[in-house]
């Protein structure tokens, strides 16, 4: 079976194979570095469901120590407890077993890679457990450590009776719980390595955990060296989206050749913090310190204050550089000037629960008028649904949503192709009552015999019913937390580090006199201007904003204030009355960028958001059309 995977992998990829090949046939084997070297880390998943061409990628031609996944998504959490309910011996990312280790474990023991993944989910033990069986059907001895103690579902009683409101909305603690989850740190990751660990399964960590535990490990850092610790956090942030920091999502994605084989993101980590970030070799991509600083600023809030278990991270003074690889000689770029203050006393905690049913349904509407149709379809099938519902003696929906796409209807007011001939026409409910949804799934194949012409669609039945599914965050001290280490037949439990007893504000912002700005009669869009990137955090989006030339950065600090982007994006946010602050600006002089913090934005985000975007991935796009006026000729004078 594992011949198989590994054939239809190269079989899709044969770039990948004859790389395979060429770099076997070198007889070398890259083994751990000896302390004092650099280390390299290579990221070859961002979430569940990233290429299985990466890791073979990295394995073969990366010429890396350590091999890291990153898996899971707040929302991956409640489907993989989900799934623990059903087997027991599920509810971790099956495909981290199976699909990728499996067939690579001969190759990764014989060049002395470690791993590093989450792939564990709700149930570490079990997939501890699968990748044994694995190897032993390979032949293949490795050592596998678990960590666990992030999940406190045996604690939810307890914690119920505590007074924890969410950190957002400020709601109350709710009555039932899907999953809950606290995001550990690098402490036990370092401590599995330490232990002789090949192979290290977590739960849920923060993302960066698993660069930041094998720099720890390696370097030995001391844990209150808050300065590296921030640089090797940094390490993991920009490598923790796999892709996105070698040019996937790229603003100028004109510019990236390769898709098909991207290059995934290796860091060769210096002992004094330093990186290089590149890819591998014979790969596609883009490496630059444009695409580096995308992915700076994708989903943090406050640079100053990056929140992280083990380290609280400034990282408004980044400096980004052009370099080599020193090891493949790619293009790469040269990180340093992250800083760090000590952490706090709490873990995050996350946890996630069912509130209602929805479904989304979608149908193509062609010819003249098609927007105005669509809108008009959606109009009568919720109102005729409505009616039933007050017929039947249910209530009505909780929430209803609309959108036109290929009609711009994500821009809002500044759609510009309001009336093409054909569209998709979008509509999504929620309801308190699985039936609810399903007497409006059923009433939308009628359209397409008794209300718009041109109405169709690619089939496929009746909308799926799924629960909505909403997060609760909360702070939880750290010495509540049993978190341990297992290998074999020896657990370590490990202590969180000492750390400050008060939450201490972040570096304050650099007073800046703006000063006079030269004007002119030219006019520059954002995107002609800038680089943007934006995500999210539960239902707020984030909009980093990196400027092509420094010399750009005085005129969009003066264009783009916070009154301006909570008016450009007025149609996204919840408080529509404009009465309320939403939006907050942070400064990276670092890198010539801006951070723009959209509050109450994403519909409910994730999985409870009903849009066409419920991670505002969209959002830095909309950006680059937002027009700043009355400058000089800002890229001749660059030129």
């Avoid at 979430?47 to 299985?52: C, L, M, Q, V, Y």
């Avoid at 330490?194 to 660069?211: E, L, N, Q, W, Y």
């Avoid at 349904?361 to 409505?386: D, Q, S």
Wanted: net charge neutral.
């Amino acid at each position: 079976m594992l011949s198989v995977v590994r054939s239809r992998i190269f079989g899709l990829f044969p770039r990948l194979s004859v790389a395979c090949s060429e770099y076997r046939s070198t007889k070398r084997c890259h083994s751990v570095n000896s302390a004092g070297d650099t280390l390299r880390v290579g990221c070859a998943s961002g979430f569940w469901g990233d290429t299985a061409a990466a890791a073979p990628q990295l394995v073969y031609q990366g010429k890396i120590d350590f091999l890291v996944f990153d898996y899971l998504a707040e929302i991956t959490m409640s489907i993989l407890a989900k799934a623990k309910q059903k087997s027991p011996d599920m509810g971790y990312a099956t495909d981290f077993v199976h699909v990728t280790m499996g067939p690579l474990l001969n190759e990764i023991k014989k060049k002395g890679i470690r791993v590093v993944s989450n792939a564990g989910g709700v149930n570490p033990h079990a997939c501890s457990l699968a990748l044994q069986e694995v190897a032993k059907k390979a032949g293949v001895d490795i050592k596998v450590a678990v960590v666990t103690g992030d999940d406190l579902m045996p604690q939810q009683k307890d914690i119920s009776q505590q007074v924890f409101t969410d950190m957002e909305s400020g709601r109350k603690f709710p009555d039932e719980l899907a999953s809950m989850n606290a995001y550990l740190g690098a402490t036990p990751i370092s401590a599995a390595l330490d232990m002789g660990a090949d192979i290290v399964v977590t739960g849920r960590c923060v993302d960066s955990a698993v660069v930041l535990g094998p720099l720890i490990h390696q370097f030995k850092w001391d844990m209150s060296d808050y300065n590296r610790l921030a640089m090797g956090s940094l390490a993991g942030h920009l490598v923790e989206c796999g892709a996105q920091a070698t040019g996937g999502t790229f603003t100028d994605w004109n510019l990236v050749e390769g898709w098909d084989n991207i290059g995934f993101p290796i860091v060769d980590c210096s002992p004094d913090g330093s990186f290089i970030l590149s890819k591998a070799p014979k790969t596609g991509g883009l490496v630059s310190t444009a695409t580096v600083a995308e992915q700076l600023v994708y989903e943090i809030g406050n640079p100053r204050k990056y929140l992280l278990p083990d380290v609280t991270c400034d990282f408004s003074n980044v400096s980004l550089t052009a370099a080599k690889d020193p090891t493949t000689q790619e293009e790469g770029v040269l990180v340093t000037g992250a800083k760090g203050t000590p952490p706090s006393p709490n873990y995050k905690v996350t946890a996630t629960f069912a509130d209602g049913h929805k479904m989304t349904f979608m149908c193509v509407i062609g010819g003249p008028h098609a927007a105005e149709k669509g809108r008009k379809t959606a109009e009568n099938i919720l109102k005729r649904a409505r009616r039933m519902l007050q017929f039947l003696g249910m209530k009505d929906f909780s929430r209803t949503h609309v959108q036109m796409l290929g009609a711009e209807s994500m821009y809002g007011p500044h759609a510009r192709c309001t009336d093409t001939r054909e569209v998709v026409v979008l509509i999504s409910a929620e309801h308190p009552e699985q039936n609810g949804v399903g007497l409006l799934a059923r009433e939308l194949a009628p359209a397409g015999t008794g209300m718009a012409p041109g109405t169709t669609g690619p089939g496929g039945g009746r909308p799926k019913i799924s629960p909505v599914l909403k997060l609760f965050s909360f702070l939880y001290p750290k010495d509540k937390l049993n978190v341990e280490v297992h290998m074999g037949s020896v657990t370590e439990k490990v202590e969180p580090p000492m750390v400050q007893t008060e939450d201490l504000p972040p570096s304050p912002e650099p007073t800046e006199k703006e000063g006079n700005l030269e004007t002119g009669t030219h006019s520059f869009t954002v995107g002609q201007l800038a680089y943007t990137r934006s995500g999210d955090k539960a239902n707020s989006a984030n909009i980093g904003v990196i400027a092509r030339h420094p010399s750009y950065l005085p005129y969009l600090k003066h264009a783009l204030t916070e009154e301006a982007i909570q008016d450009y994006f007025q149609h996204v946010f919840e408080d529509t009355n404009g009465s309320q602050k939403l939006v907050t600006r942070y400064n990276l002089p670092g890198i010539h960028g801006l951070n723009f913090v959209l509050q109450k934005s994403l519909g409910g985000g994730g999985v409870a958001s009903m849009r066409a975007d419920p991670q505002g991935k969209c959002y830095g796009q909309m950006l680059l059309d937002f027009e700043i006026r009355n400058v000089p000729d800002l890229p001749a004078r660059v030129n």
